[in-house]
């Protein structure tokens, strides 16, 4: 059974409900990058098996934008140091292409998911906050300060200080908070600001300056929308992390049975050690994983076991990991042995609904096609190669190949190692007279109307009795190297004419 089917199993068992419930959610300081996606990715995979199941669902996707701007991080104009302290949805956008700095970091990975077709229901705290949606929760947290202070101080190796509140405020006058606030009862504080500034506010009417502490918040969400699952980094699972707390004060402030919520391991580019971070910039996008992989692998990436690190390729095991899902989609059309774990992996992954099994080209060998062959040309030519194989293409066949051969021109340009990049030579090439009979062999069978395969066959025969020279010679006068990919689908991704032309004129 896929994890994601175990979890919704679990999260059914709860009981029943007229809709279960799968949040998630980010504060937006910075870039939302590859590692966050995994928690996105993560509830979407349950969400569509509670549905798959027969069951209703929603998937909730909250902004944390009424979170306060902690620091700069790199890549942003020192001279935003000026909004420390205020909530992010208030903090200009450095770029001044959106209405404020967290619109700017949310923007992006709501296009990104867009294109991985994951579209959840997004809300943004700061409008949820405005409209007093949590005022309850406020009241609650803060009419049971003390209990909240018992709990997290389990897990605390000095105790919270006296005058201590699970909530923060905003200044009506900077905007800033620091601020330090005493609980007046009921739905009512009072507060002082650094700047001098000091106000006694009903937040059912002010309904923008409270907002409830980070430990506090997660779960008093919990219990406001019945969440039913909600993963988490193994970050916040560390002993007295915030699901440890979480738990605690969900059941013992706000009377609610907390989520199903599994721990999932970190994402990695491959090489890389230390965990991803926004303000560090050592990071890389959900766009940039979609410029060289489909959207439907980025997905199968992200399918992998929870308790696995997953470390993303952008070098040659970009190839392992499309020659996986290519399997894994032969296997669910049943042209594999079957493996039903692998079935139901794509059955999760897969974006678009096929009759029949795609008839795919190896990523491996539309790095040798895009390099070679001319872009206009491509297509007829992919037909035609594969027809040779005895395998007819149809137009969706085709427009998956050529959708596939643009992210393989994106990592040929951008992340390829040199060894797998091509380059047709025309500088001339010293050659003996036993070579040159050799290569006028060659020629012969390239007028000849024979398959890449049976071409292949027939130059190997000439090949090899001449030597490990030989075959050097042959890509020397192609591509300047002494090696390369098979030499007959490299002759015939060239075209046989041009390579004739070329042995002639040596």
Request: a neutral charge; one cysteine or more; proline letters at 4%.
């Amino acid at each position: 059974m896929h994890w994601a089917d175990n979890f919704a199993k679990q999260v059914i068992e709860r009981g029943a409900k007229e809709d279960y419930i799968v949040e998630s959610g980010i504060t937006p300081s910075g870039v939302v990058h590859i590692g966050n996606a995994r928690e996105i990715m993560t509830q979407y995979f349950v969400y569509q098996s509670i549905l798959k199941s027969g069951k209703s669902a929603k998937f909730l996707y909250i902004w944390d934008d009424f979170d306060r701007f902690r620091k700069v991080p790199k890549g942003v104009p020192e001279e935003f140091e000026k909004y420390l302290g205020m909530p992010l949805s208030a903090v200009p956008d450095p770029w001044g292409c959106h209405n404020s700095y967290a619109e700017h970091f949310e923007s992006l990975i709501i296009q990104e998911m867009k294109q991985l077709n994951i579209e959840p229901v997004y809300l943004r705290a700061a409008e949820l906050y405005g409209k007093g949606t949590f005022a309850e929760n406020i009241k609650i947290a803060l009419e049971k300060t003390e209990k909240i202070k018992e709990l997290l101080n389990k897990f605390r190796k000095e105790p919270l200080a006296d005058g201590w509140v699970p909530v923060g405020a905003y200044c009506e006058k900077c905007g800033k908070d620091f601020t330090k606030i005493e609980y007046l009862g009921g739905y009512k504080i009072s507060y002082t600001c650094s700047c001098g500034n000091e106000n006694e506010i009903d937040f059912r009417e002010v309904t923008n300056v409270v907002n409830i502490k980070w430990r506090v918040d997660w779960p008093a969400r919990w219990a406001y929308y019945g969440v039913d699952f909600e993963s988490s980094g193994k970050d916040h699972k560390s002993k007295g992390g915030s699901w440890d707390t979480g738990v605690l004060i969900s059941k013992e402030i706000f009377g609610y049975n907390p989520p199903v919520g599994p721990m999932y391991e970190f994402i990695h580019l491959k090489g890389q050690k230390e965990k991803m971070s926004s303000s560090k910039g050592n990071i890389a996008t959900v766009s940039q994983l979609l410029e060289i992989y489909e959207p439907e692998v980025v997905r199968f990436i992200y399918a992998q076991r929870l308790n696995k690190t997953i470390f993303i390729p952008f070098d040659l095991d970009v190839y392992n990991i499309y020659n996986e899902f290519d399997k894994c989609e032969r296997i669910y059309f049943g042209l594999e042995e079957t493996d039903e774990d692998l079935k139901r992996k794509y059955e999760l992954v897969r974006i678009k609904e096929y009759k029949t099994c795609p008839k795919r080209v190896s990523f491996s060998e539309l790095v040798l096609l895009v390099q070679v062959v001319q872009k206009s040309e491509l297509k007829n030519y992919i037909s035609k190669m594969m027809k040779e194989r005895g395998i007819e293409m149809d137009g969706i066949d085709l427009e998956l190949a050529i959708e596939r051969s643009k992210k393989v021109e994106n990592w040929v340009e951008k992340y390829a190692p040199e060894t797998v990049k091509i380059q047709l030579v025309d500088n001339k090439v010293e050659i003996t007279e036993d070579q040159r009979e050799g290569l006028k062999e060659i020629m012969e069978l390239l007028k000849k109307n024979s398959s890449t395969d049976e071409l292949q066959q027939q130059i190997f025969g000439i090949v090899k009795p001449k030597g490990k020279e030989f075959f050097q010679l042959i890509y020397q006068v192609l591509i300047g190297r002494k090696q390369g990919p098979r030499i007959a689908m490299l002759v015939d991704a060239i075209g046989r004419e041009r390579v004739i032309e070329r042995f002639k004129n040596l």
